[in-house]
Antibody, heavy 121, light 107 residues
């Protein structure tokens, strides 16, 4: 069965960096675009970024552009999110999600359990 | 960015009631709209894709309709396990955007 397991969350000071990972299993990872979606405590869902199945195309929300970088290692079935210059408003649960369509249009059919990132001094 | 306006933000209904949630896009998104269910402490779950298609394994009491800018999500007969927050999401354009959510409770 499809599984997505995020890791790497924690407490970090403003301005510092953190890298999240999402390990996939149960499907052919290198044929699916992947997304990160976040949810601030008690708030709604916010799309963060997407990467194409082969890693060549990436899009970002304005709120993270220039600070966050999405990448993937298809040989390791793993998705990454490098987060730099973190701000208090980046505090959220970060979910990785699979896109059901090869174009990566934004249909999230499987989600991980999420990893909490807290940015605080 | 395309704004998604969902209403109501919360509702309380009895078991067996018909529940309707609306979602309005700030511009025409054709039928590029999904609906998700999120239970407390859990990840969201895709229920409806392309506005009206039921995801595999999702009970038939859930349905969606609409196109253009106005969309509707319906639970035909509310069950206790349907207690959750429901979100609409457009994928006509990047950035992908979600509605603010509708929290459904049992009366």
């Amino acid at each position: 069965q499809v599984q997505l397991v995020e890791s790497g969350g924690g407490v970090v000071q403003p301005g510092r960096s953190l890298r999240l990972s999402c390990t996939a299993s149960g499907f052919t990872f290198n044929t699916y675009p992947m997304h990160w979606v976040r949810q601030a405590p008690g708030k709604g869902l916010e799309w963060v970024t997407v990467i194409s199945y082969e890693g060549s195309n990436k899009y970002y929300a304005e709120s993270v552009k220039g600070r966050f970088t999405i990448s993937r290692d298809n040989s390791k079935n793993t998705l990454y999110l490098q987060m730099n210059s973190l701000r208090a408003e980046d505090t959220a649960i970060y979910y990785c999600a699979r896109d059901r369509e090869i174009l990566g249009a934004g249909n999230f059919d499987y989600w991980g359990q999420g990893t909490l990132v807290t940015v605080s001094s | 960015d395309i704004q998604m306006t969902q209403s109501p933000s919360s509702l309380s209904a009895s078991v067996g009631d018909r529940v309707t949630i609306t979602c309005q896009a700030s511009q025409d998104i054709s039928n590029y709209l999904n609906w998700y269910q999120q239970k407390p402490g859990k990840a969201p779950k895709l229920l409806i894709y392309v506005a009206s298609n039921l995801e595999t394994g999702v009970p038939s009491r859930f349905s969606g309709s609409g196109s253009g800018t106005d969309f509707t999500f319906t639970i035909s007969s509310l069950q206790p396990e349907d207690i959750a927050t429901y979100y609409c999401q457009q994928y006509d354009n990047f950035p992908l955007t979600f509605g603010g959510g509708t929290k459904v409770e049992i009366k």
